[in-house]
């Protein structure tokens, strides 16, 4: 059974910057696909970015140029960089990864609590 484990949340301050950190507990080269939803009160959890198995990149269009992801295969790790954080980003984010040859997130993180004020 893989394990996400998700660090890197905190509070910050309108146009403030955090980098979230996903790390699997095994590779994650097999995966098709790993990548970040996000889930505000009272609202459905809604994706924010991912990245295919191919390095393909795809962005929700509210973080667009703002947010980058990325991976370090090495380290078994995706990260979520959050540059000019807004006071709408304020959510859980989580993490998740889908397993190959499959098109929807099997394995989820815990979530980890970003808050922006205004």
């Known amino acids: 059974q893989v394990q996400l484990v998700e660090s890197g949340g905190g509070s910050v301050h309108n146009g403030g910057s955090l980098r979230l950190s996903c790390a699997a507990s095994g590779s994650i080269s097999g995966f098709n696909a790993m990548g970040w939803h996000r889930q505000a009160p009272g609202q459905e959890r809604d994706v924010v970015a991912f990245?295919?198995?191919?390095?393909?990149?795809n962005y929700a269009d509210s973080v667009k140029g703002r947010f980058t992801i990325s991976r370090d295969s090495a380290k078994n790790t995706v990260y979520l960089q959050m540059n000019n954080l807004q006071p709408d980003d304020t959510a859980v984010y989580y993490c998740?990864?889908?397993?190959?040859?499959?098109?929807?997130?099997?394995?989820w993180g815990q979530g980890t609590q970003v808050t922006v004020s205004s």
């Open positions: 998740y990864a889908v397993s190959y040859g499959g098109n929807q997130p099997n394995f």
């Open positions: 990245i295919t198995r191919a390095g393909s990149t």
